[in-house]
């Protein structure tokens, strides 16, 4: 079965300093990742995706992500965080044997940034 | 740029009785999904539509049925609602939702309560 995990309820950073939010995957095929950050009542939005090519990914607001396939993960990184990081990050993955379609969640993690 | 766009944004409803959700993907978006959220919850697929036909079916009750038009809007019609089908329903849309390298952009959901 395809699945997500993100070992982490809750991340605390101070403003300025890097940030990481951890993702692992557990797949058959090659996985197609993503991440999303939901703010309050509000929907998700779209960060980032790995495809294929370069393991390193920027995209959206400063985030970027590696995708390191050894070691099955896609953690999503910022050099420098700021308070308007803080919200709630999904990390999903879409696979063949999934029927491409759907996006598979992880559980989130509650990022907050502390002035 | 033009988002998905779902209506209503709030409902609430009584046990048994039906509720109508409906979704307008992003301009020449051909593809569906919906999801559900329930509170502290990571997003769960229900069903998606790819060029008006259904493409996968994911952990949508039997008591939930959902459509999309030949404008290609979609509509999720819930019948004899329960009070556990309170949640955050979300739709997102893409362009080409076959290959799995498309990105899904989410609405900003529509939360129902059942009371």
């Known amino acids: 079965a395809q699945s997500v995990a993100q070992p982490e309820d809750q991340v605390n950073v101070a403003e300025g300093n890097p940030l990481t939010v951890k993702c692992t995957y557990s797949?058959?095929?090659?996985?197609?990742l993503f991440w999303y950050v939901q703010y309050p009542n509000r929907g998700l939005q779209f960060l980032l995706k790995?495809?294929?090519?370069?393991?390193l990914v920027k995209g959206s607001y400063g985030f970027e992500a590696e995708f390191n396939k050894s070691q099955t993960s896609f953690h999503l990184k910022k050099p420098s965080a700021l308070v308007s990081d803080s919200a709630l990050y999904f990390c999903a993955v879409r696979t063949r044997s999934g029927g491409y379609n759907k996006l598979i969640f992880g559980a989130g993690t509650r990022l907050a940034v502390h002035p | 740029a033009a988002g998905v766009i779902q209506s209503p944004r709030h409902l609430i409803k009584e046990k048994r009785e039906t509720a109508t959700l409906k979704c307008y993907p992003i301009p020449r978006h051909d593809t569906v999904y919906w999801y559900q959220q329930g509170p502290g919850q990571d997003p769960q697929f229900l069903i998606s539509?790819?060029?008006?036909?259904?493409?996968d079916k994911g952990s949508i009750p039997d008591r939930f049925s959902a459509q999309q038009f030949s404008d290609y809007h979609s509509e999720l019609n819930m019948s004899s609602l329960e009070l556990g089908d309170s949640a955050l329903y979300f739709c997102?849309?893409?362009?080409?939702?076959?290959?799995?390298?498309?990105?899904?952009?989410f609405g900003p959901g529509t939360r129902l309560t059942v009371l």
């Open positions: 539509f790819y060029e008006k036909m259904q493409s």
């Open positions: 790995y495809i294929t090519g370069d393991n």
């Open positions: 997102a849309s893409s362009l080409g939702g076959q290959q799995g390298t498309d990105t899904q952009y």
């Open positions: 797949v058959s095929g090659n996985p197609y």
